[in-house]
């Protein structure tokens, strides 16, 4: 019985240091990787996708076994591997046959959260998603992906609160290459903010949302408080004072992408 013990113990420990050397890109190529899968006898997913969660304390081995059956009976993915390292949940996973592909990570990243709050009383996990591949090799790309959207959700919290997928970040994707290349602040921004010390105003708030909520008044004025009329004579003077074209998609995106840059450069 202690032998079969044993091998089972050092079976998983080849298994779980596998998928480890495998995400963090040790192996040397795509045939030793191919290799590896044969000699533990796994199977490998024609599909799939690498989601991470991080939690704000170590996973001990009694929350592995409840998260796995969490995540077996959820009927929302099809979990080929999970791996434990300290306070991240690595899994390897597709959608599950009920679900469709577009939605099915998403809808189980909130799922999750949401049952390790409720049922463990565990606050603060966060989750995320790469991209879907068919070749197992790309496993890292995916976990990278994934890691990249938990990175940007950090600086990025209320931008990014419904964001879980890789694919979903759009031009925040390029914020610390704007970053790291951007030699001088816009001069609309550097105006308004001028003239927001001078008066005590809060204009390039006001411009960040406007932005943000694609330029649609309603929903800017809700998110700002305030009423839509005001929020009209606020953009204009906005537009007077920073010598914005407001119906330029072009110039506001620049300006959007500068005030992310600038933020993450604070944080």
């Known amino acids: 019985m202690a032998k079969i013990q044993q091998n089972r113990k050092r079976k998983e420990e080849n298994y779980q240091d596998f998928l480890w050397q495998l995400l963090t890109g040790q192996f040397k ?57 300290d306070n991240e949940l690595i899994l390897i996973a597709s959608p599950h046959p009920s679900q469709s592909d577009a939605k099915a990570f998403d809808s189980f990243i909130t799922y999750f959260t949401s049952e390790i709050a409720n049922r463990f009383s565990i606050l603060g996990v966060k989750g995320s998603s790469g991209n879907g591949y068919s070749d197992f090799s790309k496993a890292m790309t995916s976990y990278q992906e994934a890691q990249k959207v938990l990175e940007l959700k950090k600086y990025f919290p209320e931008e990014l609160e419904n964001v879980y997928h890789y694919s979903q970040l759009g031009a925040f994707l390029y914020i610390d290459l704007i970053q790291q290349e951007l030699p001088n602040e816009h001069p609309a921004i550097s105006k308004i903010r001028a003239y927001d010390k001078l008066h005590k105003s809060n204009f390039l708030k006001t411009l960040e949302v406007f932005i943000q909520k694609d330029s649609n008044m309603n929903e800017a004025a809700k998110k700002l408080f305030v009423h839509t009329n005001t929020l009209h004579y606020r953009m204009k003077r906005v537009a007077e004072i920073g010598e914005i074209d407001l119906a330029n998609v072009h110039e506001k995106l620049g300006i959007y992408l500068d005030l992310m840059a600038q933020k993450m450069t604070e944080k």
């Open 29 to 85: 190529n795509r045939d030793e990787i191919y290799e590896q899968v044969h000699e533990l006898y796994l199977k490998i997913p024609n599909h799939f996708t690498v989601l991470v969660f991080y939690f704000e304390q170590d996973i001990s081995q009694a929350m592995e076994e409840q998260i796995s059956y969490l995540i077996t009976t959820s009927q929302k993915i099809t979990n080929h591997f999970l791996v434990v390292m």
